[in-house]
């Protein structure tokens, strides 16, 4: 699916661009005020990650010309160099002002009602279940869901970044899951029935208005760890949107009574970056007292009605960016980038005050 910049990189005639990204060091937009300063004299969010040519071109740019080219990107038509430029720059500030609407949290997260503990440390963050929603509906461009229990973050990249990525967080209550039949199963099947059920989902998908998803095929074939009672596995997805393809890494954590879902959702081409940061993360989860596999107790708890196998088969998710809700009407794309363009003028006009 594409992302951010690549899809507009996509709109903009396949070209792709540079990657200057704006990372966040504290939550934070990159171009929050300095302490003391009046509101009205801080630049747009984001605006300190532009480049010195990016910046000048956008203080140049009048209306008009702004409009022009609006209307070039809803139309798909091919831009000059300046106008990438300036292009990429508008994406760049247009992630910053969505990221600066997200409220990051560190350190130990209580998550569920006493379910489990996150410890994240240093390197990542947690957004809580309807900051998570907005990414995965209003960033990636999902269709709507149920809410998560949370997202997990790296802690210098927003999750509407380019090269961003998150580990969406949810728990399912449907009882203990009996692993005794990990080794016993036909994962190529499998796969074909996904593929299958996949295909029978996108005419609900296209009646909603979104382009059609498809799995491709495992991007990491499913991997059982007794020792861990966690499964692991990756899919790939494609859509008819066009663009880089999908990610969905994930981990099932299964628990006394329920399972725990980690969903990373990212580009296919940080496959590389993502394995390992899940490995890394499974790590900071861990089931609180009660909860655990261990702790199930046959005489009161329930047993879940299907098995691993069944674990496999869920929903899929697609990282979009913020202009791929141009699926849903070109006019977005006009309207967002006008007015932000008007944020910017307002912000040079108090300047020259």
């Given at each position: 699916m594409k992302h951010a910049a690549l899809v507009l990189g996509a709109l903009l005639a396949g070209a792709p661009l540079t990657a200057r990204a704006t990372v966040f060091e504290d939550g934070n937009s990159a171009a929050a005020p300095p302490a003391g300063a009046p509101q009205d004299e801080a630049p747009p969010p984001g605006w300190d990650a532009l480049s010195p040519a990016?910046?000048?071109?956008?203080?140049?740019?009048?209306?008009?010309?702004?409009?022009?080219?609006?209307?070039?990107?809803?139309?798909?038509?091919?831009?000059?160099?300046?106008?990438k430029l300036i292009a990429e720059g508008l994406a760049i500030l247009m992630t910053a002002e969505f990221d600066g609407k997200l409220t990051y949290q560190t350190g130990d997260i209580k998550i569920g009602d006493g379910l489990a503990t996150l410890r994240l440390g240093q390197d990542y963050r947690f957004l809580g279940p309807a900051d998570a929603r907005r990414v995965i509906e209003e960033a990636w461009h999902n269709p709507p869901g149920e809410l998560p229990l949370g997202?997990?973050?790296?802690?210098?990249?927003?999750?509407?970044?380019?090269?961003?990525?998150?580990?969406?967080?949810?728990?399912?209550?449907?009882?203990?899951?009996?692993?005794?039949?990990?080794?016993?199963?036909?994962?190529?099947?499998?796969?074909?029935?996904?593929?299958?059920?996949?295909?029978?989902?996108?005419?609900?998908?296209?009646?909603?208005?979104?382009?059609?998803?498809?799995?491709?095929?495992?991007?990491?074939p499913p991997r059982y760890d007794q020792s861990r009672h966690s499964l692991y596995w990756a899919k790939e997805l494609g859509g008819d949107d066009g663009g880089e393809n999908s990610l969905n890494y994930a981990v099932r954590v299964l628990g006394r009574k329920g399972v725990l879902e980690l969903n990373a959702v990212s580009g296919m081409t940080q496959l590389a970056e993502i394995r390992p940061e899940m490995e890394k993360i499974y790590g900071l989860v861990?089931?609180?007292?009660?909860?655990?596999?261990?702790?199930?107790?046959?005489?009161?708890?329930?047993?879940?009605?299907?098995?691993i196998g069944g674990l496999i088969a869920g929903k899929l998710a697609a990282k979009a960016g913020i202009f791929a809700l141009l699926a849903k009407g070109g006019k977005f794309i006009v309207l967002a980038i006008v007015g932000l363009f008007a944020g910017i003028r307002a912000w040079f006009t108090r300047k020259k005050e």
């Open positions: 990016q910046q000048e071109k956008l203080a140049q740019l009048d209306e008009a010309g702004i409009q022009a080219l609006a209307g070039k990107i809803d139309r798909g038509e091919a831009l000059s160099d300046d106008e997202m997990i973050v790296p802690a210098k990249l927003s999750p509407a970044d380019p090269r961003g990525w998150g580990v969406v967080l949810s728990y399912v209550e449907e009882g203990h899951v009996d692993d005794a039949d990990a080794a016993s199963i036909d994962y190529d099947e499998l796969l074909a029935q996904m593929k299958e059920a996949t295909e029978k989902e996108n005419e609900s998908r296209k009646a909603m208005g979104f382009p059609a998803m498809h799995l491709v095929g495992w991007a990491e861990e089931f609180d007292d009660g909860n655990r596999y261990s702790d199930f107790n046959p005489d009161i708890d329930t047993v879940a009605a299907y098995g």
